[in-house]
């Protein structure tokens, strides 16, 4: 899966209308809100109740509204991806002179009362700006720093659990058309087993939507003792997982009460996924290039002739 495919997608569902994204002020708060101190919660409180307040306020000014310390909100601000205040401030302006859409009408749960084909819409909605905003928050710094981590690595591990299991799974189909050294089990023993024989010339991609899921931990930890560098795709930014890995990616996602691992964040981590593997194709074609077609020719042998 692809943003050309979801590019696609779009321009059947609106015919031309606008596209709605998601504002990086919201998508960098929403999905971490699980994970943020009491103190971080009240700051969200305020900024989404008062959103006008923020553009017109110096950073002492809104902390005093708020009720906390100058720096509690500095720390904040950068603790959900801003360099300054100033740059937080600029995309608050920006959220707040953007239309207000209804998320009951697009970014809603599903409803009984609408037809198949208006919860779907809602679905596409919602996946559409996932990956959108996942694209914004998506450094190019960190692109290159784990294009090159799997490049100068000796192998390349692919590390999750649960719902994160199946893009683990993804993530290694994908990679096995490189000439990488690549491992991957869906069974939680064998992973451990894997990452204990990994050594600090091996890379590993651990995929965790919470962030926090204590077996995938336990993971990270055997590869923090063996000193293996960590990419980690998340939706939480502050989770264990991204405070652990050497590069972390946040995919955005809004979570709704059917879809507790929200199905809008598994493709906007696939997404990485595409991202991370074409980047290393394009630096890497002659390597890849043998390799993909020994593929195909096995696979064509197996198809059935006409």
């Known amino acids: 899966m692809d943003l050309y495919f979801f590019s696609f997608v779009v321009n059947l ?33 305020y900024l989404v109740a008062h959103l006008d307040d923020i553009s017109n306020s110096s950073i002492h000014d809104l902390a005093k509204k ?65 990956l959108k905003s996942t694209a914004k928050i998506v450094s190019e710094e960190n692109l290159q720093k784990a294009v090159e981590l799997i490049s100068e690595s000796s192998s390349f591990s692919f590390f999750g659990l ?48 919470s962030g926090q899921n204590r077996d995938t931990l336990k993971i990270v930890d055997i590869l923090k003792q063996n000193k293996v560098r960590i990419i980690g795709i998340t939706s939480h930014i502050g989770s264990q997982l991204s405070l652990d890995s050497d590069v972390a990616f946040i995919s955005s996602s809004d979570e709704i009460s059917f879809r507790p691992e929200a199905v809008s964040s598994t493709v906007s981590q696939i997404s990485i996924i595409d991202a991370l593997f074409l980047i290393y194709g394009l630096r890497h074609q002659d390597m890849i290039s043998p390799t993909i077609a020994a593929i195909r020719h096995t696979i064509r042998n197996t198809r059935k002739k006409s």
Request: proline content about 1%.
């Open 13 to 45: 569902f609106y015919e031309g209308k606008e596209v709605i994204e998601l504002n990086t002020f919201y998508s960098r708060m929403k999905p971490e809100h699980s994970q943020f101190s009491d103190s971080d919660k009240q700051i969200v409180a």
């Open 162 to 209: 649960g719902g994160s299991n199946a893009v683990a799974a993804i993530a290694y189909h994908k990679f096995l058309r490189t000439s990488l050294n690549t491992r991957f089990h869906t069974d939680f023993h064998y992973q451990q087993m894997i990452a204990s024989t990994l050594t600090s010339d091996d890379c590993a991609l651990v995929i965790s939507h």
């Open 66 to 130: 708020i009720k906390v310390s100058s720096s509690t909100l500095s720390r904040f601000t950068k603790k959900i991806g801003y360099d300054s205040f100033q740059d937080f401030k600029l995309d608050a302006h920006k959220a707040n002179m953007e239309k207000e859409i209804s998320q009951e009408t697009f970014f809603g749960d599903i409803d009984v009362n609408l037809t198949n084909k208006e919860n779907l819409n809602r679905i596409f909605y919602n996946n559409i700006n996932s």
